[in-house]
């Protein structure tokens, strides 16, 4: 009510100032303005999101309106400034038009309606209130594709997101490259995660056996004779066809120590699940093994600092000068780090390092669920699936926290947090939620509560389906069903999407296609937590670290 009182106050103003005011030669044309606007009987100011095909836009103005100056007066256009065929009906004298598209518009598309001052009255003045309203539809709610069971469509995700590590692996390597454009570049983490995704390929039948097993062998012969290591770690990028590393920053050209640890994560995967006798599978889990024990963990503890660091340059050492500490995504390079036969590196470094001797707790609660670890609101969603995709979480603590409510509750407040939307961006909502890393217009972000630009990316919530099964199965089906027509490709899900701005991605990235065909088996078998944790130096090493859980 106050702000219709200062509207009507503004009004009786501008009409007052008005009055003198002559258009032309004709001292009886006077000027007259808008002054009631309402989009499908709602009124919002001048943009208006989420609406049906073809809105309802009625405009009230103070003299009665010249039918003939309308039609060219008011305009509608596409984001491609298309022209829109409108239809016009005049009420109340003609001083009210009602303007809705002659055609049904795209939905998820942006409109623009202007009406300028060249809208002339009967009188013969003319509009001295031009304005353009910003007009976007929304979410087509009818169902894409044919309806399946929920098991159909997890095996169709997976079988089809599986294919950007398999059909667009490197034909040189067999090494994931890092993104659908990255030509030669392949990517030693993402690799690592596609390794993981051969055995649930291949118990999907998806793929033979023979195949996995040939594909596994490439990749370890081309890591062992070819790529470029560093005191046994692997860059964060490679040339896929000669091994030679791809700068990933100007000072990060050596080891990346968190990428290695998601590659040996999925080698060690593969050596677990390749167990036959014959001389193929003996022969790979000798040469992964060779791979394995050549990683110098502890070299990275620079200094004998108690800590590892991220990064080591041939030409600039340790200049990155970065620390792994937690919480986050990194649980898995102090797991290998303490697992390693030949470089184990002491629980006082896990304890001093990652978990900041305590400081890495949280224990604040959010949406009435409590964190044990993290920053507020628990950051990107990817800090609990990276590691998660071999460490089984069930059952699993230490001194720090019990590590199924860690990725449990992690989950539950970053899908509470979509659900309320306190941004209002367009399309949030309990079956579309996610904010985890991934990229957006013009670059690539680790979204999250307190990094919330308006992108969901479908493997947040696709690869939280282990812990929030009910939550992530809606969305599932919504990214299928409800959007498939605008985000389900070649490779599975698009990397991202804003609804908000209708800004869809165009990018495949190996570090999240492969999550969600591990963690999708995961939820539905739990083959990939089985086959990482049954290695039994990784049994020890969590174990030496202070790890308690079923599963040890």
């Known amino acids: 009510m106050f702000r219709l009182f200062l509207f009507s106050i503004s009004l009786f103003l501008v009409l007052s100032c008005q009055k003198s005011k002559h258009i032309g030669n004709d001292p009886g044309a006077v000027s007259f303005i808008y002054y009631s606007l309402t989009v499908n009987d709602v009124t919002e100011g001048l943009e208006y999101k989420g609406l049906n095909d073809i809105p309802v836009i009625k405009v009230a103005f103070t003299s009665s309106l010249d039918q003939a100056s309308a039609t060219t007066s008011i305009t509608m256009a596409d984001k491609s400034s298309a022209d829109v065929p409108l239809t016009l009906i005049f009420e109340k004298k003609d001083s009210t038009v009602t303007i809705h598209p002659t055609s049904p518009l795209h939905y998820l598309s942006a409109y623009t309606l202007n009406i300028s001052g060249s809208l002339k009255a009967k009188s013969g003045g003319y509009n001295q209130t031009p304005f353009t309203l910003s007009l976007k539809t929304g979410i087509d709610s009818t169902n894409k594709f044919a309806d399946i069971t929920n098991d159909q469509l997890l095996t169709l995700v997976q079988k089809q997101t599986f294919k950007y590590f398999w059909d667009f692996g490197h034909s040189v390597s067999g090494l994931a490259r890092e993104r659908n454009t990255s030509g030669d570049v392949v990517t030693t983490g993402g690799s690592g995660f596609g390794m993981m995704a051969i055995p649930a390929a291949i118990s999907r039948s998806f793929i033979s056996r023979a195949d996995g097993l040939a594909r596994s062998k490439k990749v370890v012969d081309f890591l062992k004779n070819n790529a470029q290591h560093f005191h046994g770690a692997y860059p964060h990028w490679l040339n896929g066809s000669s091994g ?10 050596g080891a990346d120590l968190v990428e290695t640890s998601y590659l040996m994560m999925g080698l060690l995967t593969l050596r677990q699940y390749f167990d036959g006798s014959g001389t193929a599978e003996t022969t790979l889990r000798s040469d992964i093994n060779g791979l394995w024990d050549a990683v110098e963990w502890d070299f990275f503890n620079k200094d004998g600092g108690n800590k590892l660091y991220w990064h080591w340059s041939p030409t600039k050492g340790w200049v990155m000068n970065m620390p792994i500490q937690g919480w986050n995504e ?62 089984n979480p069930h059952g699993l603590s230490d001194g720090y926290a019990n590590y199924w409510t860690q990725v449990v509750n992690h989950s539950k407040i970053n899908f509470e947090y979509c659900k309320s939307n306190p941004k209002k961006f367009y399309g949030y909502s309990s079956q579309c939620w996610g904010l985890t890393a991934s990229d957006i217009q013009n670059g690539y972000t680790a979204s999250s509560p307190t990094n919330d630009v308006g992108v969901i990316a479908p493997t947040g919530a696709i690869s939280s389906l282990p812990y929030t099964p009910t939550e992530s199965l809606q969305a599932l089906n919504f990214y299928y069903y409800k959007l498939g027509d605008k985000i389900w490709g070649q490779y599975g899900f698009i990397d991202s999407f804003d609804l908000d701005s209708f800004w869809i991605a165009d990018s495949f990235l190996a570090i999240d296609q492969g999550p969600q065909i591990g963690m999708i088996e995961n939820y539905r078998t739990g083959l990939l937590w089985n086959l990482f944790m049954s290695c039994p130096e990784v049994k020890t090493g969590m174990k030496n670290l202070g790890f308690q859980g079923p599963n040890l």
């Open 330 to 391: 990194c649980l898995i390079t102090y797991v290998l780090a303490a697992s390693s036969h030949t470089h184990p590196i002491a629980k006082i470094v896990y304890d001093n390092g990652f978990a900041r001797n305590g400081a890495m707790k949280n224990n604040n609660t959010y949406f009435g669920l409590q964190l044990p670890l993290g920053e507020v609101y628990g950051g990107p969603l990817f800090f609990e699936q990276y590691s998660f995709l071999g460490i």
């Open 244 to 253: 030679v590393v791809i700068p990933f920053s100007a000072n990060d050209d």
